[in-house]
């Protein structure tokens, strides 16, 4: 109103009528030509902000770009950062619901649960979880395996299969044997491999393969995920971080490949 009417009344006037300092509406216009230091300090931050979302595949949340910034150096506040990723539209990924993909055998002998919900070890290739997973494309349906190790929670294997046969489980397991002795942390006598008591974990193939590397089968109880919560908690990142954001998938050798550089992010 002041604005409209500055001209003809002059502002003085207009701010005694309105019952308003006159100080008060010259530093709102002293505000509008020159950002305040919070408004120069957003702007800044916002493009940090952007930058660490851009670079995780748009899967951070308030709390995880909160995290990188401060391994960055940056020092702010969380709520600040969930203000701004509020403000320009920014969030995070979201979980979706769970499929089953375990089918049990019940002729197959099932070792006993070694772990009993407790997902920690004291040093690499102590523990690993595993389990799979399925991801729908235009060419047919691909599974995905993964092979966790419970210590640094880093993927030590893992394999696409156009089938979820017994291969599927058994080539990830020998992945991970292969990447440990790589990277010079070979897999010793002691090693226990969790997972559900989906039947390619319980077959032969692959329970002997467990005991010729010297490791230990352990198999959680049927039909509670809370048995192998580590594994669920990577596929779950897994469909939410890549395959529910990046479809639809058109071939297998898409999911392949998109798998293969989350992985190594």
């Given amino acids: 109103m002041v604005d409209t009417h500055r001209g003809e009344f002059g502002v003085e006037p207009i701010c005694r009528v309105l019952d308003l300092a006159p100080s008060s509406y010259y530093a709102v216009k002293r505000r509008e030509r020159e950002p305040s230091e919070r408004a120069l300090r957003d702007a800044e931050l916002i493009e940090r902000i952007r930058r660490v979302h851009a670079e995780n595949f748009g899967v951070y949340g308030a709390r995880k770009v909160w995290w990188q910034l401060r391994r960055e150096g940056v020092q702010v506040a969380r709520c600040t950062v969930e203000r701004l990723m509020a403000k320009h539209g920014l969030q995070g990924a979201i979980r979706a619901k769970k499929r089953r993909t375990t089918v049990v055998d019940v002729q197959a002998q099932r070792s006993p649960d070694l772990v009993r919900r407790h997902f920690s070890a004291a040093m690499v290739n102590r523990l690993w979880v595993a389990d799979f997973t399925y991801v729908m494309s235009w060419s047919g349906v691909c599974y995905?395996?993964?092979?966790?190790?419970?210590?640094?929670?880093?993927?030590?294997?893992?394999?696409?299969?156009?089938?979820?046969?017994?291969?599927?489980?058994?080539?990830?397991?020998?992945?991970?044997?292969?990447?440990?002795?790589?990277?010079?942390?070979?897999?010793?006598?002691?090693?226990?491999?969790?997972?559900?008591?989906?039947?390619?974990?319980?077959?032969?193939?692959?329970?002997?393969?467990?005991?010729?590397?010297?490791?230990?089968?352990?198999i959680g109880s049927v039909g509670d995920a809370y048995d192998n919560a580590l594994a669920e908690s990577t596929i779950g990142l897994y469909k939410t971080e890549l395959i529910n954001r990046r479809g639809p998938w058109k071939t297998i050798d898409q999911v392949e490949l998109a798998t293969l550089e989350w992985v190594d992010w």
Wanted: proline share 1%.
């Fill in 144 to 218: 995905v395996a993964f092979a966790i190790d419970a210590f640094s929670r880093r993927i030590v294997g893992w394999k696409a299969d156009t089938s979820m046969q017994t291969s599927l489980v058994l080539d990830t397991f020998e992945m991970a044997l292969w990447a440990r002795d790589h990277h010079g942390t070979p897999v010793a006598d002691g090693l226990v491999v969790h997972s559900d008591a989906g039947s390619q974990y319980t077959s032969f193939a692959f329970t002997r393969r467990l005991i010729d590397a010297g490791a230990d089968a352990s």
